[in-house]
């Protein structure tokens, strides 16, 4: 969101907040009709530049706390790159171009590389979803897949709390998994 986006949901007559909504689809505010007795406060984000394609590729060459993606990647046969649903805001198609250039380079075939798109519970993205999410390129020319909670899971068992673990059988299977979400 920018800066001019948060100064118009500051604009809110009393009883009433604003909040910007149809991410994807255009930038529009919902207003919220609240009790007039309630008081009201809202804290924006802090704005930062935008990094760019340069921020994000140095961001990739030198990461902090960990190898390299080339060096992650290298000697590996299947790799699944799990991608947060349409509803969020996480700007893949940004990101994925880069990060799939980076293992190709490693070695990796582009044939083996397979796109988990962590829907959760929320509703089947639309193929449009999709292209809007991951970009066309990559839409086009990876494999995508729409991660069913309750099918294609491999079982890991319950954790210490009793709660059951299923992980999507292309994660799951892969050598190397890597999560793109916010």
């Not at 919220?32 to 007795?37: A, I, N, S």
């Not at 902090?64 to 060096?71: A, F």
């Not at 880069?98 to 083996?112: I, S, T």
Request: charged share 25%; net charge neutral; glycine share 8%.
């Amino acid at each position: 969101m920018t800066t001019e986006h948060r100064k118009q949901g500051n604009h809110a007559p009393s009883g009433v907040a604003r909040m910007p909504w149809r991410c994807w689809y255009g930038d529009e505010w919902l207003e919220l009709k609240l009790p007039e007795r309630w008081r009201i406060t809202t804290q924006w984000p802090t704005s930062l530049p935008d990094i760019g394609q340069e921020g994000i590729e140095g961001a990739f060459g030198s990461p902090i706390g960990t190898p390299t993606i080339e060096e992650l990647a290298r000697r590996k046969r299947h790799v699944a790159i799990a991608v947060d649903d349409i509803a969020r805001a996480t700007p893949a198609s940004r990101l994925l171009p880069a990060l799939v250039q980076r293992l190709e380079k490693a070695g990796v075939d582009p044939d083996r590389i397979r796109i988990v798109l962590a829907i959760g519970t929320h509703r089947p993205m639309l193929q449009l979803d999709i292209v809007k999410k991951l970009g066309e390129a990559v839409a086009d020319e990876l494999a995508c897949y729409l991660n069913h909670p309750y099918d294609n899971w491999v079982d890991f068992g319950t954790s210490a709390r009793g709660t059951p673990i299923h992980i999507c059988r292309y994660f799951a299977e892969a050598d190397l998994r890597i999560g793109v979400g916010s």
